[in-house]
Nanobody, 126 residues
Framework: QVQLVESGGGLVQAGGSLRLSCAAS????????MGWFRQAPGKEREFVAA????????MNADSVKGRFTISRDNAKNTVYLQMNSLKPEDTAVYYC???????????????????WGQGTQVTVSS
């Protein structure tokens, strides 16, 4: 069974940093692209960042460009989201997700991600 577990969320002041981690188990992690999504209260879940299976390509949402960095460590079956210069509008539950198909280009569409973690809360105070 595939399991994704996020960690690293918490409360941080505006301008601060957090690093989210997503530990994967249950299938060949290195064969699948990974993504981060977030959902604020009352809003739809939105794309944040993605990294392809090889780690050679990444994509960030416009709202986080220059501030967030996605990376992966296949030896640890873990994907990370380094979040710097955090803003109150970054407050949301952050979800890690794994693509449903191996060895494909990175995607930003939620429907292309088959497995999802439970989420970790990030709260940025002003």
């Amino acid at each position: 069974q595939v399991q994704l577990v996020e960690s690293g969320g918490g409360l941080v002041q505006a301008g601060g940093s957090l690093r989210l981690s997503c530990a994967a188990s249950g299938r060949t992690f290195s064969s699948y692209g990974m993504g981060w999504f977030r959902q604020a209260p009352g809003k739809e879940r939105e794309f944040v960042a993605a990294i392809d299976w090889s780690g050679g390509s990444t994509m960030n949402a416009d709202s986080v460009k220059g501030r967030f960095t996605i990376s992966r460590d296949n030896a640890k079956n873990t994907v990370y989201l380094q979040m710097n210069s955090l803003k109150p509008e970054d407050t949301a539950v952050y979800y890690c997700a794994s693509q449903g198909m191996a060895f494909v280009a990175l995607t930003t569409t939620q429907s292309t991600y088959r497995y999802w973690g439970q989420g970790t809360q990030v709260t940025v105070s002003s």
